[in-house]
């Protein structure tokens, strides 16, 4: 049968953009529909975060995205639930940030598309969607007109009010919690005074600390970047009220708000940022039904806020090689589902964290403050701060991948270790930038190249010696993630038989290998 293109994903924000990149890079050809004739410009998320940072840099994109950021990369100082979670006190932050409003991040993402040649129709809304064993049909209604375009797989990537989600019936249940969140930076005028360590001066009210200030009527937040004006100002309100995510929050709003909550007026000079969100922890209870799947916020929605988009962007990198080995009818027996396995897995590890902020910010009785009070001595130590700062980033994943070397590394993302190759010295993040999988094998083990050679046209093979070895042999798959490892204590013939395993198992017959009759 033939089809119009590869995969159609539906919805042009960073989760879609990101997988119609991923895609392409894997040889797919992929058709973007976004209902909005253009990229919002309503502000909505206000930085990048977490894994996602790792896997930009074995892109190699995460230069171009630092160079984009206007404002200085914060310092690691995460709130959660209504405390922080500092991280300036470790050597090396496990979670890190990008301050990249939504609108500048999908500009980014929209360029790159442009150079890998991917076709992106705004203003064209789907209407129905079927799919048969062969593909999916999809009605489109475009600028000039109605039109049905057909491919092997949809992905659904537009959004919590996912149309896609609804056509497949996948149900995406969970709970609605009654808060408004009201996020702005600011400039104050010369009439509210700066104090050091951040507080403010404010006429009628008195001192307004950094942090966080709990009152009968809600949460206030407030931080400052070191150097900089601009404050971040933040309050959560319970409220009934349904807001459309599309009228944009005005100035009055937020000052209305923060009066509200702290019972004093706050001047507000400028703006450079208004947004306005609710809270919400409904997760699909399945990322597929049948050639059609869901990434992003259709897939799930966290209390919480600062992982939306990392958790989005993720899926796309996990499923997008996956998908690209079966358009290309090369993908071992239920390599696909492994997709909603692993990424279920991994949303319901970011639901978890979030839902646990919610109970330490709506906690508003002596318990409620027992517990935040408990929760900040914890992290005063080295190794739950650490523990936490990986919770948040998402960096803690390892996917529960078949072991057969009960190595420690399987199934964890892979190290930007440095290597020396036969081409000379490289890393991780270098051999990674085509989204290639990677077989690293010492240079001491010619059986373990031999091995793998019928699957070379598939995968990149690199003779090393590790500076910093961690394991004697890796094999990592393009999201990053350690399918295989084994050590030189590992006997010959074992690691030889499991590495052919492992292959099998993630990358399909090997190339020599003839089918039966």
Not at 79 to 97: C, E, I, N, W, Y
Not at 184 to 208: C, H, K, M, N, W
Not at 456 to 470: G, Q
Not at 509 to 514: I, L, M, N, S, W
């Amino acid at each position: 049968m033939r089809f119009d293109t590869d995969v159609i994903v539906v919805g042009a924000g960073p989760t879609g953009l990101m997988l119609a990149a991923e895609l392409r890079l894997a040889g797919v050809r992929p058709l973007v529909l976004e209902r909005q004739p253009r990229p919002r410009d309503t502000p909505k998320a206000g930085g990048l975060g977490g894994q996602i940072l790792e896997l930009l840099r074995y892109r190699g994109l995460l230069d171009r995205f630092e160079a984009a950021c206007t404002d200085p990369i914060p310092a690691p100082r995460f709130p959660f639930g209504g405390v922080h979670v500092d991280l300036t006190r470790l050597p090396d932050s496990p979670m890190h940030a990008l301050p990249l409003p939504q609108q500048k991040l999908e500009q980014l993402l929209g360029e790159r598309a442009g150079e890998l040649g991917i076709d992106i129709r705004r203003g064209h809304e789907v209407l129905g969607v079927s799919q048969d064993a062969e593909g999916v049909a999809v009605e489109v209604r475009g600028s000039e007109g109605e039109y049905r375009v057909t491919a092997r797989y949809l992905v659904g990537c537009d959004g919590a009010r996912s149309r896609v989600r609804e056509f497949a019936g996948i149900p995406f249940s969970g709970t609605v919690y009654p808060e408004v969140n009201r996020l702005a930076q600011i400039i104050v005028p010369d009439s509210v005074t700066r104090l050091d360590g951040g507080d403010l001066e404010v006429p009628g009210f008195g001192t307004v600390r950094a942090g966080f200030t709990r009152t009968e009527r809600g949460l206030f937040g407030m931080g400052v970047s070191p150097n900089s004006e601009v404050l971040s100002v933040y309050t959560i309100e319970d409220e009934t009220v349904e807001y459309d995510d599309d009228v944009p929050m005005t100035v009055a709003e937020l000052r209305d708000s923060i009066r509200r909550v702290l019972g004093a007026d706050l001047p507000v000079a400028q703006t450079h940022r208004l947004s306005r969100f609710t809270f919400k922890a409904h997760h699909a209870e399945r990322y597929r039904d049948g050639r059609i799947l869901l990434a992003g916020d259709a897939a799930h929605l966290f209390p919480a806020t600062g992982v939306a988009l990392n958790a989005g962007m993720l899926d796309a990198v996990n499923l997008a090689w996956k998908l690209a080995a079966e358009v290309q009818h090369r993908a071992p027996e239920a390599l696909l589902d492994t997709y909603h396995a692993e990424r279920h897995f991994a949303g319901s590890r970011t639901m978890l964290h979030t839902q646990a902020q919610v109970a330490l910010r709506r906690a508003n009785d002596p318990a409620g403050e027992a517990l935040r009070a408990v929760f900040q001595e914890l992290l005063t130590d080295e190794q739950p701060l650490r523990r936490m700062g990986a919770f948040i980033a998402g960096s803690d994943i390892r996917y529960p991948l078949p072991n057969p070397t009960n190595h420690p590394l399987t199934g964890a993302f892979a190290p930007n270790l440095p290597l020396h190759t036969d081409d000379g010295p490289t890393t991780i993040a270098d051999l990674l930038r085509d989204a290639r999988p990677l077989l690293l094998i010492p240079t001491d083990r010619p059986d373990l190249h031999k091995t793998a050679q019928p699957w070379l046209p598939h995968i990149d093979i690199h003779r090393i010696e590790p500076e910093t070895p961690a394991a004697d042999a890796l094999l990592i798959r393009p999201d990053g993630h350690i399918a295989w490892a084994a050590t030189a204590d590992d006997a010959t013939d074992t690691t030889a038989t499991t590495l052919r395993t492992a292959l099998s198992t993630w990358f399909g017959t090997p190339v020599t290998t003839k089918a039966p009759a």
